[in-house]
């Protein structure tokens, strides 16, 4: 009993930290440059959101193969992993496309003294939106990213577990870890964001960077799994 509670601390621990890895973070960044000007509970809700996907994911996927007590295709994992690649191309062009209509913005502005009108260049134009609204995308971010661990996961718990049951929690333990961590991160990186977006130009910037970041990530993530896949 003691080996099986050992077992689901860690499967939290690992969820906390499997929320830091650089695929996840490129496409969160992506995310949180979006929103840089939100609260930081509301940067933290974007990294929850983006957990509670990617841990439905794991337990669907992940739970039918721990029942049926099987291991996910190789070819199959690849395709998983291969859409998350592909997932992080489209997210780092959409944050690229951003930061240049944010820059242009920034270059428009006019100001004008001498108590003549002049307009200050500000954030580009948002709507106030729900929490669910905001929920669908890292929803969506998670869920394709939970798939591409689903396999990796369930290997991991029947190898791990003596029961079907105890596997089951372990898998549950480890989407609730990566709930909290990717939270915890996205949170403590919204207050200093925030403070970085007052300007337009940082603002572009930082979209810039996200977008660049995502599309290199996708690109060295991606070929080896399409090479592999296509067998070249």
Known sequence: MTSVLTG????LLLGVRHASEPDHLAAVSTLLAEHSHAHPRKSAWLGAFWG?????ALLAVGGVLLLMHLRMPGPMADLFELAVAAMLLVLGARSLRRAVRA???GQRSLHVHHGAPHVHAGPADHLHVGRWTMAKRPLLIGLVHGLAGSGALTALALASMPSLGSGLVYMLLFGAG????????????????RQLAQRTHVQAALSGLAGVISLVLGVLWGW????RLTGA
């Open 8 to 11: 689901w601390l860690l499967a």
């Open 52 to 56: 509670v996907g990617h841990s439905l």
């Open 103 to 105: 820059g242009r913005s």
């Open 178 to 193: 990566s709930i909290v961590g990717m939270a915890l991160l996205t949170g403590l990186a919204g207050w200093p964001l």
């Open 224 to 227: 080896p799994l399409l090479l």
